[in-house]
């Protein structure tokens, strides 16, 4: 496969960063030629598409099956059970259905690392779907995204349909709203052809049509955004779970206090103490408090050579030391016992608490980590596997603890 990503990610060719983030970035779409370009056939993403709905990124989009498209179990039932790329080829043929391809980024390294770029520029994580439409088909129905979407088209055309948005900057935790515009009147409506960008805020329906006689694809690069919504709603998920075994918070109320005769004095401490365990939360970093990992590229560089180092297990053990890999990770309460850790924010990883907790007061000789956690020898070994292979978010090296 080809997949190579030339040229640097400017985005648009006419407005630079500084304008784009100042006049449009949550603001108002924006419509031109872009020098970030992507050599990405039609044959090669069909050829990817069984393995993509193996790893469950791919949708058929229909405009009777609803924005979501049909169920895996549907789209298996009408290859038989079997997924192979002559399968989408046949049903793509039909002229029926549209694919879009979830993630694609972790399938042609040339978008990863576009990807990578753009979340350096940005600050927060991008990954890739793309939209490939048979010859005059609806390629999506109306629908918002709560993601900042840049639709770059690579072959063939499309038309666009912006309309004003009825949830402005959803945020990632918000219930979707419906949409029904079958009888507005667009805000404004975009033709892409190769070559060509479009900025989609958060929140404006889209509606996407292939007007062509020609197969369509497209890229959507997604800035999957944090909002202070996330912070705040996972600090005082944190919190909550610190306190609910307290038996201050577990006492209880009568309905006399709840009906205005509590002191205010006392309401005011138990809101101190929420407030002090979600500024605790926040303290620790930004595992604490966002939905999403970024994915730039000293993210990129960590979590490769974390994930290398634990080729060191293989060698005599002795000297090891064991880390924080420095690479942006997310934790999510699992139990009394585990906590769920992710670096790409999808997908997290149960690891022994009492292990994670050792890391961070500093590198810990390998040695010394095995009697300070209360965990069993495979509990361990599991869960280093997890933080230094499956994460990345631990590493390991050789280092002594004074250069450590």
């Not at 791919?58 to 979501?68: K, L, S």
């Not at 500024?279 to 590229?297: E, K």
Request: net charge negative.
């Amino acid at each position: 496969m080809k997949g190579a990503a030339t040229g640097s990610v400017g985005l648009f060719d006419e407005v630079d960063l500084p304008t784009f983030l100042a006049r449009y970035f949550e603001r108002e779409a924006l419509f031109g030629r872009s020098s970030l370009t992507v050599e990405l056939s039609i044959d090669e993403v069909m050829e990817l598409l069984p393995v993509a709905m193996a790893n469950g990124g791919v949708r058929a989009i229909h405009p009777g099956v609803g924005a979501e498209g049909l169920a895996k179990a549907d789209l298996l039932d009408r290859f038989g059970g079997h997924a192979d790329a002559a399968g989408f080829r046949a049903l793509f043929a039909e002229g029926q259905f549209s694919f879009a391809i979830q993630g694609l980024e972790l399938h042609v390294p040339a978008l990863a690392s576009a990807c990578a770029r753009l979340a350096t520029l940005f600050g927060y994580r991008f990954d890739v779907t793309a939209f490939l439409s048979p010859p005059r088909t609806v390629a999506t129905r109306p629908h918002y995204d709560r993601s900042e979407v840049f639709a770059l088209q690579l072959h063939g055309q499309k038309r666009w349909d912006l309309f004003e948005p009825v949830d402005r900057l959803p945020a990632h935790r918000a219930r979707q709203r419906t949409v029904d515009v079958d009888a507005a009147v667009p805000r404004a409506t975009k033709h892409l052809t190769p070559g060509d960008l479009l900025y989609v805020p958060r929140g404006v329906i889209h509606r996407v049509v292939n007007e062509d006689a020609a197969p369509s694809l497209h890229l959507s690069f997604v800035g999957l955004v944090d909002s202070w919504a996330s912070v705040f709603g996972n600090a005082m998920e944190a919190a909550y779970a610190a306190l609910m075994d307290s038996p201050e918070w577990r006492a209880a109320v009568r309905c006399r206090e709840m009906a205005g005769d509590i002191p205010e004095m006392r309401l005011r401490q138990m809101i101190a103490s929420f407030s002090s365990h979600m500024l605790a939360t926040i303290s620790l970093g930004t595992a604490g408090y966002l939905d999403h990992c970024i994915n730039d590229d000293a993210q990129v560089q960590r979590l490769a050579a974390a994930r290398k180092s634990i080729d060191l297990l293989d060698g005599p053990g002795s000297g090891l030391v064991v880390r924080l890999s420095g690479a942006h990770f997310l934790e999510r309460y699992g139990d009394a016992y585990t906590t769920n850790v992710s670096t790409d924010g999808d997908r997290f990883y149960p690891v022994a608490s009492t292990l994670l907790e050792a890391l961070r007061g500093g590198p810990r000789p390998l040695e010394e980590l095995v009697s300070r956690t209360s965990c069993s020898d495979e509990e361990f070994l599991r869960s280093m596997t997890v933080l230094i292979r499956d994460t990345g978010a631990a590493s390991l090296d050789m280092a002594t603890m004074d250069s450590a």
